[in-house]
């Protein structure tokens, strides 16, 4: 189900019984204690409505323990909602990070929590921003040869995951058939305990 940016977000989480955020423009820095520093045309913010309406949805479903997906921008949102921050751009950050604008790149698994990762992926690389400061109770679990930070999830959590990448872009590689896989199997174990 696709949610509309409108309506309770407490009525959408007592229906759906997994999320899924999906990737979108930047997260304006006002939601991260931040002002910009970017100057005109550089990185494009999400609309408020829509970061105000998932941030409202994904707190409820933290609170109601389901399980969670979060990609790209959903990532930085998950971040962002647990309090932490974000480098506005990459390349402005630190030069010495890599173009992770349109590519590939190497992850190194640097948190195994599950015992299904392996050590290193190959991943797809869309992104100018990036998690800086990582939010309370994430904990990160890959991250890439240059240092930026992708993937996070929530220890202790029935299924919170954030990647920085597109898994849904490369739906034949085992990392990212795991992810959705997980999710749905969390989500199915929610809807059969209502």
Known sequence: MILPICGQASEFSEIIDGLLLTGGDDIPP???????????????????????????????MLFAAKPV???CYGMQLLNVVHGGTLLEDIKIADERYS?????THEIRITD????????????????????????????VFAVSDDG??????????????GVQWHPERIRTDPLSEWLFKSLVERADDMRRNR
């Open 30 to 60: 006002e939601y991260y204690g931040r002002v910009s520093a970017l100057t005109a045309g550089q990185g494009r913010l999400e609309k408020k409505e829509r970061v105000e309406f998932e941030m409202a949805v994904l707190r409820e």
């Open 69 to 71: 997906l979060a990609i």
């Open 99 to 103: 173009d992770h604008t349109d590519g």
């Open 112 to 139: 195994p929590f599950h015992s299904y990762l392996g050590k290193r992926y190959g991943v797809n690389s869309f992104h100018h921003q990036a998690v800086h400061k990582i939010g309370e109770g994430l904990s």
């Open 148 to 161: 930026i930070i992708e993937g996070i999830f929530k220890r202790d959590y029935n299924h919170c995951v």
